[in-house]
């Protein structure tokens, strides 16, 4: 069965940087799209990047394009999203997400989620 | 950017009713909407894709319907595993999520 197991909680102090995995099993990882989305504690969900886990093509979030990197180990069908000048605004919880195409490239799967904390 | 614009925030339900939220997009976007259903301290959870398509393993009380810039998710007769929140999501150009209606007893 299809699988997206993320990173444990992570904090950090502001103006550092944390880097969250989601690692992949049940399907060919090269065949979908991952997303990385974030949820703010209370608030909806807000679209990050992706990575197209094929061609290495990714596109993030024009908000948050300075800051973060997404990239991915074929070899080990993970997927990896860094956020750096971490801020308090950016406490959430991290979430990865698979795009498929026989779901009109909506997001079937996603991980269980990142807790990451940003506090002085 | 487009908006997605849900209605209501909340909304107050009993067991066996049947229920509506609606999402108005900015500017159209075809049928490319998604539902997700989300329990506290979970992932969310693919209902409905392309505005009215099902969802593999979602029970078929669920519904879609909609287009353009006006969508909406119904509930046909709710059970108590629905209480939940619910979010719609366009990905016509980029991904944009609505705010939210969180649907309790």
């Known amino acids: 069965q299809v699988q997206l197991v993320q990173s444990g909680p992570e904090m950090r102090k502001p103006g550092a940087s944390v880097k969250v995995s989601c690692k992949a099993s049940?399907?060919?990882?090269?065949?979908?799209?991952i997303h990385w989305v974030r949820q703010a504690p209370g608030q909806s969900l807000e679209w990050l990047g992706w990575?197209?886990?094929?061609?290495?093509?990714?596109k993030y979030s024009q908000k948050i394009q300075d800051r973060i990197t997404i990239i991915r180990d074929t070899s080990a069908s993970t997927a990896y999203m860094e956020l750096n000048s971490l801020r308090s605004e950016d406490t959430a919880v991290y979430y990865c997400?698979?795009?498929?195409?026989?779901?009109?490239?909506?997001?079937?799967?996603w991980g269980q989620g990142t807790l990451v904390t940003v506090s002085s | 950017d487009i908006q997605m614009t849900q209605s209501p925030s909340t909304l107050s339900a009993s067991v066996g009713d049947r229920v509506t939220i609606t999402c108005r997009a900015s500017q159209s976007i075809s049928n490319w909407v998604a539902w997700y259903q989300q329990k506290p301290g979970k992932a969310p959870k693919l209902l409905i894709y392309k505005a009215s398509s099902l969802q593999s393993g979602v029970p078929s009380r669920f519904s879609g319907s909609g287009s353009g810039t006006e969508f909406t998710l119904t509930i046909s007769s709710l059970q108590p595993d629905d209480f939940a929140t619910y979010y719609c999501?366009?990905?016509?150009?980029?991904?944009?999520f609505g705010q939210g209606t969180k649907l309790e007893i």
């Open positions: 990575i197209n886990t094929y061609n290495n093509n990714i």
């Open positions: 997400a698979r795009e498929d195409i026989l779901t009109g490239h909506a997001f079937d799967y």
């Open positions: 049940g399907y060919t990882f090269t065949s979908g799209t």
């Open positions: 999501q366009q990905y016509n150009v980029l991904y944009t």
